[in-house]
């Protein structure tokens, strides 16, 4: 293989590697983010159906 063919090859692969660390590090982002919502709003919602549920048992 020639040396400008691997310098071609490695062209290419740079952006590639840099685009899918690019999505990564979006998607931890939006994962970050997603998470006071569902601190903030399926946890409350999930203590009320178990006090619901709670409430409804016999006994």
Known sequence: MSRSSRCHRWTA???A???SLEAEA???ALDLSALPMVTRLISPAR???ADERAD???G
Do not use: G, M, V, Y
Request: proline letters at 13%; aromatic letters at 0%.
């Open 13 to 15: 692969t740079l952006p």
């Open 17 to 19: 590697i840099t685009r």
């Open 26 to 28: 979006i998607d931890d």
């Open 47 to 49: 203590r009320k159906s």
């Open 56 to 58: 409804a048992t016999p």
